[in-house]
Each structure stands twice: as C-alpha cells, then as structure tokens.
C-alpha cells in the first residue's frame, strides 16, 4: 500500500516569499500524484497532478510541483506568495487496488501562514 | 461544475446514537468516497464506492457502515456514534480510474457528546 509523509506540519512565511512544501511517497513502479488544497471552512480542490510525462507539473494560483522518481518526491513550490494562499495542503498518492479501482492516500497536511 | 453536497454542515448527536451523513453528487460519477479529517492526522478514507450497492472497506471502516442505493447518493451511517467519532466528514466522487480528479463536499462537522 501507498504512503505519503509531508515533512512540514507548519510553514510560516511572509508575503512575495518564495515557499516549498515537501512531500515523499513510498516508491511504486508507477504513481499518480496530487497537490490539494484546503481553504478555511472549505473542502478540497486539487491545485496539479501528475500522472506521466513532463516532471513539472504547473497548477492553479501559479504552483507548480516536480516529480523526482529518484528521491520518491513531489515538493510543491511557489516562488512569491500571497496572504490568500494561506491555507491547508494535502499531498496524495493514488493506489492501484486489486480488482482495477483505485483510491487515494493523503499526507497529513502543512498549515501555510502568510504573514504581512 | 459538479457539485458535491452534505446535508449539514454542523451536527451534534449524543452518544449511542444512530447518525446518517448523507452526500449527493451530480455529475453520474462512479466513485464516491467518504474521509475523516482529524486536526493532525489528514484525510483518512473510511469507506468506498465504484458502483451502485457496491462498498469497499478504507483504511478505518470500524464502527461505520454505507449504503449506496443510487449512483448520485453515498450514505455514511455511525451505528452507535461514539465520542471518538468527533471529526470532519468529508464526501468525495470521482469518474473512472488512473488519476482521476477527486471533487470535495464542503464537509460535515460530527460532534459527539
């Protein structure tokens, strides 16, 4: 079974920062894998996916995430944030289950705060 | 754009209670899936769904059951709702498999007394 570990469980940063939210998943001969994001009060939306192809993977609100088979990683990055990206992100893995469904496997989380 | 709607946004039960979470989604997707969210633990799938009247167990189904009678609702039901089942539900659907794009419900936030 897939796992997803995020590193970070906060990121504090300040405003026009750069930010770099990490993710690892257990290896798999093939991964589908996904950034969401969660604002206050709010479900899920996805922000990018990958799924073959190109390692970077551009997303909504200028995010964008690479794919590093190597180092079984998907870090998500943003070179200059706003305050509402504050919010929570989830990094998932899908897993391929016997029978031909599949289903997803999220991280933990990372709260970003921007910061004035 | 598909809407995925939870019937309440807030609920409180007492403990031993029978509780129905109920989800409608309307764009005829095939999955559908109901998470727990838990401050510090992510999203943990509970149950799944692939077709009409068919489930599968998730990760942490003890204590919970669902029905899906039509394609459109997926129900979670607590049989005896315990303190421990205080969280955020959250209900998802999807269509089809190989990375599909997972589409949120707003979220039920369970309080158990």
């Known amino acids: 079974a897939q796992s997803v570990t995020q590193l970070d469980s906060q990121v504090p940063v300040f405003e026009e920062a750069p930010v770099e939210l990490r993710c690892n998943y257990s290896s798999s001969v093939s991964v589908y894998l996904f950034w969401y994001v969660q604002y206050p009060n709010q479900g899920l939306q996805l922000l990018l996916k990958?799924?073959?192809?190109?390692?970077l993977v551009k997303g909504i609100n200028g995010f964008e995430a690479e794919f590093n088979k190597s180092q079984t990683s998907f870090h998500l990055r943003k070179p200059s944030v706003h305050i509402s990206d504050t919010a929570e992100y989830f990094c998932a893995v899908s897993d391929q289950l016997p029978g031909g469904s599949e289903k997803l496997v999220f991280g933990k989380g990372t709260k970003l705060t921007v910061n004035p | 754009d598909v809407k995925v709607t939870q019937s309440s946004r807030y609920l409180v039960k007492r403990t031993g209670e029978k509780v129905f979470l109920e989800c409608v989604q309307d764009m005829d997707h095939e999955n559908m899936f109901w998470y727990r969210q838990d401050p510090g633990l992510g999203l943990r799938l509970i149950y799944f769904s692939y077709d009409v009247k068919m489930k599968e167990k998730g990760d942490i189904p003890e204590g919970y059951s669902v029905s899906r009678e039509k394609k459109e609702r997926f129900s979670l039901i607590l049989e005896s709702a315990s303190t421990n089942q205080t969280s955020m539900y959250l209900c998802?659907?999807?269509?089809?498999?190989?990375?599909?794009?997972?589409?949120f419900g707003s979220g039920t936030q369970l309080s158990v007394l």
């Open positions: 990958y799924l073959s192809g190109s390692t």
């Open positions: 998802a659907s999807s269509q089809g498999v190989g990375g599909s794009k997972l589409f």
